[in-house]
Structure formats: structure tokens, C-alpha cells
């Protein structure tokens, strides 16, 4: 079993439509989380961290599940600029990082 | 411009040939860390250094070596030893603290000839 998991997608969607990623981890001893995007053939770039209570930021909802291991992000009012992969990292308590293998969506007219 | 410098950003390796990527940061960032990402893949962790002149080995080490002579490098050589060396590499640093994310550079692809 993968270390951090997420469904592959793709989500396709229309414009405006609200989706969600899940991604969920294995190691209790996590300590951080993110939701990276990456464009094709890009380099992943920081969407948001992921705290606790659970945080927003414009369109994106990013939610922590401790007692299950999972986060999750929303999107809402999908734009068409909004395509790309999503990719969840957790930080493990020796600092290193691992990442999940990224879902994929497509924001359709 | 504060950032992570990768290069090349395209790489062709040679049979039997040692190749080195470089990375450099001007963040004042202590940890440093390389990935391998495969088309349609995730990123796999190789190396990581959380400080100057120390390292650990990530999930795909076999194959791939690293310094860190100075903070704002950590070079990454794929040895000959790597047989399927063909991916897109990742340079990523973070400053320290528990809830600091990392940050990337724009990558190299290396290639086999």
C-alpha cells in the first residue's frame, strides 16, 4: 500500500461545477499538509496548506481528517484555468515529504 | 529574484555515462530534497538533506548520488548504475519548521541516448 494515495481522476467537469479530491495517508505520525497543483510538464506549484481546523482560501476549501487520515480539497466555481493535476504531500515527522500520484482534473466549457 | 535554479532543463545521458544535475537555492532554505517523477506518475522521493554535509537516502536511491558541500546546493549525479534513468527530475527546498511547505524548481528531463 502506498504511502499517500489519491484517486487518479480524471474529474471532468463543467465550468462552474464544485469537486472534491480526497487523498488519504498511512503513517499516523504525519505532521503537515498541502495540496500542490502542477501543470503539464510543470513543476509542482503550493495551492495551500492544510490546517487542523480546516482553511480557505478564495474558491478552495482544504479540510484535515486526523482520526480517518485523509485531507481533502473543494473546489468551487470551477474556471477553465482550473485544469491541471492536484497532488496531496505529507510531511512525515523526519521531515521528509511524500506525495500522492496526483488527480487529475478538466474544467470543461 | 529569490529561487531554485535547475539545470540543464534537458539532459541526454549516454550509455555508461555518469550524468549531474544541479540545483541551487537562494532561500536561505536548510532542507533540500530530489524527485523522480515518470509521465502520468507521482513524485518519488530519491534523496534529502536537512543539513550542510548530511544526507538520507529516499525510496529510490539505488542508482543516484548526492552532496550537499554548501546550503544552497545539492547537486544530484545519476550513476551509470541507474538503468532507466528517463524521468523528469525535481529539485525541491523548504525552510525549517513543522508546517513550511517545499518549494520546486522548474525541473530537468533527462533522457537516454
Known amino acids: 500500500r502506498k504511502e499517500v494515495e489519491q484517486d487518479p ?13 480526497n ?25 495551500m496548506s492544510v490546517y487542523s481546523s480546516g482553511n480557505e482560501d478564495g474558491r478552495f476549501t482544504a479540510q484535515l481528517n486526523r482520526a480517518s487520515q485523509y485531507i481533502s480539497l473543494l473546489i468551487r466555481d470551477s474556471k477553465l484555468s482550473d485544469s491541471a493535476t492536484y497532488l496531496c504531500a505529507v510531511k512525515r515527522n523526519n521531515n521528509d515529504m511524500r506525495f500522492g500520484a496526483g488527480t487529475r482534473l478538466t474544467v470543461k466549457p | ?19 549531474t544535475l544541479s540545483c541551487e537555492q537562494n532561500l536561505n532554505h536548510d532542507a533540500m530534497y530530489w524527485y523522480r517523477q515518470d509521465p502520468g506518475q507521482g513524485l518519488r522521493l530519491i534523496y534529502y538533506s536537512q543539513i550542510v554535509n548530511d544526507f538520507q537516502k529516499g ?9 550537499r558541500e554548501k546550503k544552497e546546493s545539492f547537486p544530484l549525479t545519476v550513476t551509470s548504475a541507474q538503468k532507466n534513468p528517463t524521468a523528469f527530475y525535481l529539485c525541491a527546498s523548504r525552510r525549517a519548521g513543522q508546517n513550511q511547505p517545499q518549494h520546486f524548481g522548474d525541473g530537468t528531463r533527462l533522457s537516454i541516448l
Do not use: H, M
Request: overall charge neutral; charged content about 20%; aromatic content about 16%.
Open chain 1, 23 to 47: 487523498c488519504t495517508y498511512s503513517n499516523s505520525a504525519s505532521q503537515s499538509f498541502f495540496w500542490y497543483r502542477q501543470d503539464c510538464r510543470k513543476e509542482p506549484k503550493l495551492l
Open chain 2, 59 to 67: 525510496d529510490i536511491a539505488e542508482g543516484y548520488s548526492v552532496s
Open chain 2, 1 to 19: 529574484d529569490g529561487g531554485i535554479t535547475q539545470s540543464p532543463k534537458y539532459l541526454f545521458r549516454k550509455e555508461g555515462q555518469n550524468v
Open chain 1, 9 to 21: 481522476g480524471p474529474f471532468n467537469v463543467p465550468e462552474g461545477a464544485t469537486v472534491a479530491f
